[in-house]
C-alpha cells in the first residue's frame, strides 16, 4: 500500500549523528546541519502540562516540585545550510522580572539564548530567519529582548520572523484558556519592525 510522503525514512541517518561538545547534538543533511540548542529550564504545572493523564502515571517520569511544577526545557533547532542561520522557536528569552522568574522557576543564568548561540559561534546578527511554530511564551519569549532603554525590540536584527497567520490572529484574540500562554511583547513588536 502506498502512503502519502508525510514521513520520509532517512537511510543510514544514525552514522550522520554525532554530539559536538558545548552545543548539544547535531546532524548532517546534505548541505545543512540541523542542531539542537538548549536555550533555557523553567518549570511548569504537571497537571496543566499533562492534563487528563492521572499525576500518579506522569510523576513515574517528571516528578514535581512543592508547587506542582514539572521540569521543562526549551530545545531550540538551529538549521545552518549556505550563508543562512536559521532558528526555530526562540525560546522563553531573559526580558522578565523577578516575579515571572519565580512563579515560572526560570533558570536563565546558565541556560539562555545568547549563550546557546556563543557555544554554536554565532550573535544574534548572525541570524537570517526565525520560524516560530506556535506564539506561547515559552516557544517565542526569546524572539525580542529589552534595549539600553527599555524598549521591547527584536533580538535578531537582521531576520526575518515567520508564523502562520492564523496562529498570529489567534495570540492577538485567544480564548479564556490559552490567554495566559501568549505574550504580546513576544511577538507585536516583530510585527511592527515590519
Not at 502506498?2 to 558545548?22: A, E, K, W
Request: charged share 25%; no cysteine; aromatic share 10%.
Amino acid at each position: 500500500m502506498s502512503h502519502p510522503g508525510f514521513l520520509f525514512i532517512l537511510p543510514d541517518v544514525q552514522q550522520n549523528v554525532t554530539t559536538i561538545t558545548q552545543t548539544g547534538r547535531t546532524m548532517k543533511l546534505g548541505n545543512k546541519t540541523i542542531s539542537i540548542l538548549e536555550a533555557g529550564r523553567f518549570r511548569l504545572d504537571g497537571g496543566a502540562m499533562f492534563g487528563v493523564v492521572p499525576r500518579v502515571l506522569w510523576e513515574k517520569r517528571k516528578q514535581p516540585d512543592d508547587k506542582n511544577r514539572i521540569a521543562m526545557a526549551t530545545n531550540l533547532l538551529l538549521i545552518q545550510y549556505q550563508d543562512r542561520n536559521i532558528l526555530v522557536d526562540t525560546g522563553i528569552g531573559t526580558k522578565y522580572d523577578e516575579k515571572f522568574k519565580k512563579i515560572y522557576a526560570v533558570e536563565d543564568d546558565q541556560y539562555n539564548l545568547t549563550r546557546a548561540l556563543e557555544k554554536a559561534g554565532l550573535t544574534a546578527e548572525a541570524i537570517t530567519d526565525v520560524i516560530l511554530t506556535h506564539l506561547h511564551f515559552d516557544h517565542t519569549g526569546g524572539s525580542t529582548t529589552r534595549n539600553a532603554e527599555g524598549a521591547v525590540v527584536p533580538t535578531f536584527p537582521n531576520a526575518r520572523y515567520y508564523v502562520q497567520k492564523s496562529q498570529y490572529e489567534w495570540a492577538l484574540n485567544p480564548s479564556e484558556k490559552d490567554r495566559a500562554s501568549f505574550f504580546p511583547e513576544n511577538y507585536v513588536p516583530l510585527y511592527e519592525a515590519g
